[in-house]
């Protein structure tokens, strides 16, 4: 055969080649007329608080994106193999989480002037239920309603993530974070199918989607710990 799944998945290594040309070929952009806020970002460089919290972020989005694209390609065969229905079904399941996707990005506006910092806390949470829903699940409709939920959540952490790593680099930098941000999903999507294999540890579809709800729980609580480490703290008047 002259296609297979790692001939799917590998064609994302594609995205670090280009990652590596466009390091080497293309321009720095300059502007004629600077603004006057970003005058004095010429000679600022990025301290190594701010790496490691873009670091953090680049980490989470590999990890959702794992788990989103596992969804994303086991879905099927998962309904199929479970007499949830027929293939047919399992690709219907893949339209809902895709339909999913789009509700959570068309809202995510309003969720996030709501919720704020604790946006992500509660995307993550979103798809922790669902991969947990599906792990458990006895019909199709469990599947379908787990694979929105894992979709919605896609639709709120890819903007989350991508506005808030941004934060942590000078504008001048915002090209080079907003590519190192995406060879962060291509990664995930190519390596999805090795990441899934080392992490399954019950050797089935369902232990597979049980642990991707547990290590989803896992740093739900560790985004959770970050958000009220960071809270600031109310100060009593003095009498």
């Known amino acids: ?47 190594w608080m701010s790496k490691l919290q873009f670091g953090y972020y680049w980490i989470v989005m590999f990890i959702l994106m794992v788990f989103y694209m596992t969804v994303n390609v086991k879905m099927p ?24 996707t789009i509700i959570g990005g068309l809202i995510y506006g309003f969720i996030e002037s709501i919720a704020k910092n604790a946006t992500l806390v509660m995307a993550i949470a979103i798809e922790a239920v669902g991969v947990f829903m599906i792990s458990t699940a006895g019909s ?27 934060s ?4 001048k930098y ?13 990664g995930a999507n190519f390596l999805c199918p090795y990441v899934s294999k080392f992490i399954n540890i019950g050797g089935t579809d369902r232990s597979l989607f049980m642990m991707a709800g547990v290590i989803a729980s896992i740093l739900g609580i560790i985004e959770l710990v970050k958000l009220l480490a960071n809270r600031p703290r109310r100060t009593v008047p003095e009498a």
């Open 140 to 166: 199709a409709l469990d599947c379908f309603i787990g694979a929105f939920a894992v979709g919605f959540s896609f639709g709120l952490f890819i903007p989350f993530i991508f506005s808030k790593g941004l």
């Open 77 to 100: 065969t998962y309904i199929l193999n479970n007499h949830f229905g027929a293939l047919s079904v399992g690709s219907t399941a893949v339209v809902v989480m895709s339909i999913g």
């Open 1 to 47: 055969m002259y296609s297979n799944w790692r001939m799917a998945f590998g064609i994302y290594l594609i995205s670090v080649v280009l990652f590596i040309l466009y390091l080497f070929y293309v321009p720095e952009v300059r502007y004629d007329n600077d603004d006057p806020q970003t005058v004095g970002q010429a000679d600022e460089k990025v301290s």
């Open 174 to 186: 915002g090209n080079d974070a907003t590519t190192i941000l995406m060879i962060s999903t291509n």
């Open 168 to 171: 942590f680099v000078p504008k």
